[in-house]
């Protein structure tokens, strides 16, 4: 039996079909990346590892759509007041990234402020909002990375920010992205010198001040000297710092600060210079009215056990 060929009718047919199959499979991808409905961010970019979706500035202008007075919001009508008509998509991105940030708490089908959000956007005064930012800033991780590498006060070729971020952090195709989030909320969170660009030569990051605990308001602190002012412990020395006073058990409710410059004495003797140099810690404990009695006579004896006297 001869072979049955299709005509030429039939195979222009079935290659528009496939034609149209494939666009159509092309303009799905392409929405569903658009309207963050992949499991990219999830799961990781190709060749890389996903980032925060926000900065910290959009972050802080969606936190303040949640009631200020209630301080939570239904999680549907967040995703409103957002912009999102379903609660899916750029909606749990952006969810993720209030929560990296440390700004809500999800309970249930609400979304709540934190203590650290309320602090952030209606503080009592501007240098206890800054401080919030800057807080809310270190929290996300790969930000607090990028931040405790870099040097303080002095520039630092862009050239080795973008080798860290690339090589150490693995956020290969969208470097540019992720500097570019990292340097606005860094600018925005008060510790950047200067503009932010990632195409810039040098950047210079400045140490994060601490907020003051005696209820000074903040344009007094600002006025201090540099040796004057209260600099936050970078994140990755609060664990020895703590354990050193005897205060670990108290690391996931506390703000630990150094003086930005102390004292010394020097010595020469047996052939050795000594330097003793003598800078103070503060270290803030949250606690209640409830519980304060409680917590005082732990920390006595905390500090005590390392030797510490009153």
Known sequence: ???????????????????????AVEAREKFEAEEGDTDSEKTGRKHG?????????????????????????AKKSFAQALGHPEGKGRFKQ?????????????????????????????GGNEQVRAQARAKAF???????????????????????VNDFVRVTLKIVNEGEMFLKRFLDSAAYAGLLDGEPSSKAHSIRLRPAVAAPSNG????????????????????????????GLGLAAYQDRCDV???????????????????????PIKVAIKTTNVNMLADMTEIL????SKGFKA
């Not at 004896?301 to 005590?304: G, H, M, P, R, V």
Request: hydrophobic fraction near 35%.
């Open 257 to 279: 600060s150094q003086r930005s410059a102390g004292e010394f004495t020097i010595n020469m003797a047996d052939g050795k210079i000594t330097v003793e140099i003598r800078r």
């Open 301 to 304: 004896k905390a500090l005590q």
């Open 49 to 73: 590892r996903s980032f925060i979706y926000m900065s910290l500035e959009d972050a802080e202008k969606a936190a303040r759509k949640i009631d200020e007075h209630e301080r939570r919001m």
């Open 94 to 122: 952006k969810l993720a990234a209030l929560e990296s940030y440390e700004l809500i708490k999800l309970d249930k089908d609400d979304v709540r402020l934190t203590d650290l959000a309320v602090q952030m956007l209606y």
């Open 138 to 160: 270190l929290t996300y991780d790969l930000f607090k990375k990028v931040f405790v590498e870099c040097p303080k006060n002095q520039d630092h070729l862009m050239s080795y």
């Open 216 to 243: 000074e308001p903040g344009s007094d602190t600002q006025a201090k000297a540099p040796e004057d002012q209260w600099v936050m412990v970078p994140p990755n020395e609060i664990a020895s710092q703590l354990d």
């Open 1 to 23: 039996m001869p072979e049955s060929k299709p005509t030429e009718k039939n195979t222009g047919e079935r290659n528009i079909v496939n034609e149209e199959d494939a666009e």
